[in-house]
């Protein structure tokens, strides 16, 4: 082979390279097209819907669908970390847990502004938020109940053990997936599938079931913290706790749930 044929065929090689990484440059682009034309879709929603925009019915069914969502995927990450399923549920009635509603409400209605942003805006703003809102939620459980549901004391740079510097890198992460990927595409889930025609009546169905479930989940708590102290059972509701939520099925439904008083 002369050296003008090994040329020649080096050429068309580097040739077929050449077109090789034009296609795939065009098909990653036809991609993140077709990416952003989805979540620009499931932003705009659907105009008349009861829930369309950021209103109540909205942030509701973002709460109510992350109360179950969150302990899925947290009660997934538990069995592949430890090897074994454990209960991960906050309340009584159901796989529901309101941290994660709530934490989902508060990061939708604080990051949404930022949705166009820079991803390093929406990261520092959810750490800082769901370290703060961690942290706050610790130290409630702890001030009205005497009970704590976790301990970052074995963490380094924690802050009294309530939160750690981890964690709050993890709710940046979280963060930027939700108001990215998640929010904008449940967005979309909300407006086509929840019915316009019922969407407001199972709205409310679902708004008394949650209050009923909140309510009773909490009284359940507090009648133990009072069975602790020795209180007995002098009205009709804490009878009713002690019947139906004594310790041994708390500590079924609550397993991680500690006393600190």
């Not at 990450?77 to 409400?105: E, K």
Request: aromatic residues 14%; proline residues 3%; positive net charge.
């Amino acid at each position: 082979m002369t050296t003008k044929q090994r040329y020649d065929e080096k050429r068309k090689r580097l040739q077929r390279k050449l077109e090789k990484l034009d296609v795939q440059e065009q098909r990653a682009l036809q991609r993140e097209e077709r990416h952003d034309a989805e979540i620009a879709r499931d932003l705009a929603g659907v105009p008349g819907h009861f829930a369309h925009g950021l209103n109540f019915y909205k942030l509701f069914w973002m709460f109510f669908i992350c109360c179950f969502l969150g302990v899925v995927i947290e009660t997934i990450f538990c069995w592949v970390a430890s090897g074994h399923l454990s209960q991960r549920t906050g309340l009584v009635w159901g796989p529901f847990n309101l941290i994660y509603g709530i934490g989902a409400v508060l990061l939708t209605l604080c990051l949404r502004p930022f949705i166009g942003k820079s991803d390093r805006w929406i990261f520092v703003g959810g750490s800082v938020l769901g370290g703060a809102f961690e942290y706050f939620c610790s130290w409630l459980q702890e001030t009205i109940l005497g009970t704590v549901s976790w301990d970052y004391s074995g963490y380094p740079f924690n802050l009294n053990g309530r939160i750690n510097l981890l964690y709050c890198l993890f709710w940046g992460a979280l963060a930027l997936v939700w108001i990215k990927e998640i929010y904008p595409r449940l967005n979309g889930f909300i407006e086509r599938r929840v019915s316009k025609v019922y969407g407001v009546t199972l709205t409310w169905i679902l708004v008394v079931f949650m209050l009923a479930n909140s309510l009773v989940s909490g009284a359940a708590v507090l009648r133990q913290s009072q069975r602790y102290e020795g209180i007995p059972a002098t009205t009709a509701w804490q009878e009713m706790m002690d019947r139906y939520y004594p310790d041994d099925r708390l500590a079924e439904i609550y397993p991680s749930m500690v006393r600190t008083i």
